[in-house]
């Protein structure tokens, strides 16, 4: 068992297929919330595979998306300071701030690095102890117990030259601010597996009762994917509207006992301006009282940010499901991963990027003509 | 947002008082850390993101769903909706087993 | 268009560059400074060589954008290449910044047809560099050139300040003749084409990116460079009407694959279940996030080949050890001119773009 192979076979893809379609009898709207979820989606072409009544709505689990433009900024100003090191993951180097990016600020000479894990940031940090070493800590849940290990340890070993720049966001309270926008169409969410393989179901029953919606957690391989459609599906056909777990293999109930423990003692939650959609109350977590030495904010005080957002840019449309991204008049022209105006056209995560990176001939958002080089 | 990949444990051991492992990613090695998952065993795999296991990948219900799917249609007919036969409302149930993991 | 009313201030120089006078709309205006991107092979690139270069100094042979220049002196048929060789670490699993110095211009002659005869080798040096360490590089690279059956003909050796390089840089340029009769070049793409990729393809890339700080993990991948121009010779001999020949280095297959259909106005289809990638490199992009189309190969070719001609170049190919495991993975098409679209495992289509410019790794 090597666990992707098997959940990509294209026989059993076609069965699930079969089960959707002999199951669906009406037009349903369904939203996958995490970015790597929609990603698969359009990588592999599931959309157009799936029954024309059912119609897959991206959702704002793209952390790179929605990682507010001021802490983009605070960021940016952070890279550029001499005797710095910052460290980021790769998805966060082209997202724009109001006048330019981490790749820039490379350009004009931060010392901007890429890594894989914090834990990278953090051996930086000890191998370079005349420098102060920051770690961009963005991310849903699923990678909020590595940065806040991460932080642990720096306090634990001494490390005191490393900080972190936090900005987590939590996704039950976002599903909730999208059920109470008057114009979502949202009908069943996917809830995004690896988010739930640390968090559990626990947060979830609550927000199926009260929005009356299935949620089906979901794994990320195609065939995880069409599995979490059916069972929604299923679901909405008979009016039923449970918390499902269509990803048994990756999540237990109970989540991670360890990771939410460490949770509770790194970070605090609070109050969390999502990019292009506003403040969602208590939907993100930052550095706790404890741990503030560790904290980039604190460490870093950075004074007389003014944000823009360029005018065109419709992201927030888009990361709530309002707009898909071809619709939008900028797609393609101004707007393009080569000149990002938003977020969502940056990471390949994004539902623009993902709908411009792997976009198809024929069936949603086609294009007939290649785009000109240059 | 989860990128998130299964690996296979081959190594165990202890670096700065933390339980770290080398895990195999289908021929990629790379370190990882066992912090979150402390009972995870050489020879399990574990979903992995960013250097840390965050879960066990559970093999016997892997090998279940992909049954299940394959046997959709089937036993749809047969016995009614198996996959609500195998799961609970919590989505977490073993076959004929009363054990929680 | 430039405007001579304009507050913007002009560069000056020798060049009296003026930046609003951009021949089109290109979006380097917001981009003042070169970003490591503009060496990645993608879109970036071909800005900087379309919008300063070409208009700079571009003449016609420059202007085909092949892998080399195919010139005429003195009724000969000259092959003539060049390209510098920047990456870190120096030493990687299967090579060294030697072999790629010697390997990259031998395959970008032999891409032309031509069989690679000469090269010129440019060392710049970073201040503090241990002598030891260019000193294996040399042997690497005389190794090279000798198992290619190239001679290095003459040279130049530069050193910069420390903390202006990354230990060494190497320029080489090659020179080659193109035999009668052939006439490989990416406008000769035709619809009907069989595409045919010489091997597995993102190995070079991941042998790489595998030892690169922040990204180390141990993995059994070696580089695959390799010269190639053997293995031109053995599909000529069964095919000297061969279309394109096209190694797919920085940005990878998709790169390649899109300056073809570029250039001839050609659409490309592929089937991704056919593209070879070895497991390992799979895994290794999975676990980053990277595409395997998109990681850089020194060691393989593509062709577009003339149906007719399909069958007996891919069993030349497989004959030859550089070849053994070529496959037809797609083919060239009249429709969607320009665009290279990729059938997905499960059914699907998406369209497989220029890469942008720096690969990274993504946690989403």
Redesign the interface.
């Known amino acids: 068992m090597k666990y992707i192979d098997e959940f990509q076979d294209p026989g059993l893809a076609g069965k699930l297929l079969d089960g959707i379609r002999a199951a669906v009898t009406r037009p349903w709207a369904l939203m996958e919330v995490c970015g790597g979820q929609t990603h698969s989606i359009i990588r592999h072409g599931l959309d157009q595979l799936l029954p024309e009544e059912i119609e897959l709505i991206h959702g704002p689990g793209c952390p790179v998306c929605v990682t507010p433009l001021e802490t983009i900024d605070k960021a940016l100003e952070i890279a550029s300071r001499p005797g710095v090191i910052f460290c980021s993951f790769g998805d966060m180097l082209r997202v724009p701030g109001t006048d330019r990016d981490l790749f820039r600020v490379k350009s004009e000479g931060g010392d901007v690095r890429v890594v894989y894990s914090p834990l990278d940031a953090l051996a930086l940090a000890r191998q370079n102890p005349d420098r102060e070493v920051v770690f961009f800590g963005i991310g849903f849940e699923t990678t909020a117990p590595p940065n806040a290990m991460t932080v642990y340890q720096a306090r634990k070993l001494g490390i005191s030259n490393f900080s972190m720049l936090v900005s987590h966001v939590r996704v039950p309270q976002a599903i909730e601010a999208l059920m109470q926008s008057p114009s979502c169409r949202v009908q069943a969410f996917l809830a995004a597996g690896h988010v739930c393989s640390v968090m559990g179901t626990a947060e979830y029953p609550e927000l199926a009762e009260r929005y009356r919606v299935p949620i089906v957690v979901t794994g990320f391989e195609p065939l995880d994917i069409l599995q979490g459609v059916h069972r929604a599906v299923l679901q909405l056909e008979r009016g039923e509207h449970r918390v499902e777990n269509a990803y048994p293999r990756a999540v237990r109930p109970e989540g991670n006992p360890q990771a939410q423990a460490m949770l509770r003692d790194v970070f605090e939650v609070v109050d969390r301006p999502w990019r292009g959609i506003g403040v969602i109350p208590d939907s993100g977590w930052r550095l706790s009282e404890r741990y503030r030495e560790q904290d980039a904010e604190y460490r870093f005080s950075v004074e007389g940010i003014r944000t823009v957002e360029p005018a065109e840019c419709r992201s927030g449309e888009v990361l709530q499901g309002l707009l898909k991204p071809h619709d939008c008049p900028a797609f393609g022209t101004l707007c393009t991963p080569r000149n990002p105006l938003g977020a969502t056209m940056v990471s390949s995560e994004g539902a623009c990027a993902a709908y411009y990176l792997y976009r198809r001939i024929d069936g949603p958002g086609a294009v007939k003509e290649a785009t000109p080089v240059g | 947002?989860?990128?998130?990949?299964?690996g296979r444990v081959m190594q165990i051991e202890e670096r700065?008082?933390?339980r770290m492992a080398q895990v195999d990613?289908?021929?990629?090695?790379?370190d990882v850390?066992l912090?979150?998952?402390?009972d995870l065993k050489v020879g399990e795999?574990a979903?992995v993101?960013?250097?840390?296991a965050?879960?066990r990948?559970?093999?016997e219900?892997?090998?279940r769903?992909?049954e299940l799917?394959?046997e959709?249609?089937t036993l749809?007919e047969e016995f009614g909706?198996p996959?609500a036969l195998a799961?609970d409302?919590?989505?977490?149930a073993r076959h004929g087993s009363e054990e929680e993991? | 268009m430039a405007d001579t009313a304009t507050t913007r201030p002009t560069a000056t120089g020798p060049t009296g560059l003026d930046i609003q006078g951009w021949t089109c709309p290109a979006p380097l205006r917001d981009s003042p400074r070169v970003v490591l991107g503009h060496g990645g092979g993608g879109v970036l690139s071909a800005e900087l060589v379309q919008h300063v270069f070409a208009p700079a100094y571009g003449g016609p042979a420059l202007a085909e954008l092949g892998d080399a220049a195919r010139l005429s002196l003195g009724g000969v048929r000259l092959a003539f290449s060049t390209d510098s060789y920047v990456v870190r670490p120096l030493f990687f699993p299967g090579g060294s910044i030697g072999d790629l110095a010697v390997n990259g211009t031998v395959n970008d002659l032999a891409m032309s047809g031509a069989r690679p005869a000469y090269l010129s080798c440019g060392f710049i040096l970073e201040e503090g560099v241990e002598t030891e360490v260019v000193g294996l590089v040399a042997q690497a690279l005389g190794a090279a050139a000798r198992a290619a059956g190239v001679e290095v003909a003459t040279g130049d050796t530069k050193v910069v300040e420390r903390g202006h390089g990354d230990g060494i840089y190497i320029n080489t340029a090659g020179i080659g003749l193109i035999p009668d009769g052939v006439d490989l070049r990416p406008q000769r793409a035709a619809p009907g084409d069989v595409v045919i990729v010489s091997g597995d393809i993102g190995v070079h890339g991941i042998a790489v990116m595998s030892v690169r700080e922040g990204l180390e993990f141990g993995v059994e991948i070696q580089s695959d460079c390799a010269p190639l121009h053997g293995l031109v010779q053995a599909m000529l001999a069964v095919a000297p009407d061969l279309h394109v020949l096209r190694d797919p280095t920085r940005g990878g297959l998709a790169a390649a694959l899109n300056e073809i259909a570029a250039a001839a106005g050609v659409g490309v289809v592929l089937t991704e279940r056919s593209v070879p990638v070895p497991e390992a490199v799979a895994n290794a992009c999975g676990f980053l996030g990277l595409d395997p189309m998109y990681v850089a190969n020194e060691g393989k070719l593509v062709a577009f080949v003339p149906r007719a001609d399909a069958d007996a170049v891919l069993a030349a190919m497989r004959a030859h050890p550089l070849g053994a495991g070529a496959a037809i993975i797609g083919e060239c098409v009249e429709a969607h001119p320009g665009m290279v679209v990729a059938r997905t495992g499960l059914g699907g289509t998406r369209v497989v773009d220029l890469p942008l410019g720096e690969l990274l790794p993504r946690i989403c």
């Open positions: 947002m989860c990128l998130a990949v299964p700065d008082g933390t990613f289908g021929g990629v090695i790379k850390c912090e979150y998952v402390p795999y979903v993101h960013v250097g840390f965050l879960q990948l559970d093999e219900s892997a090998r769903t992909l799917f394959a959709l249609g749809q909706d996959w799961a409302p919590d989505g977490m993991r």
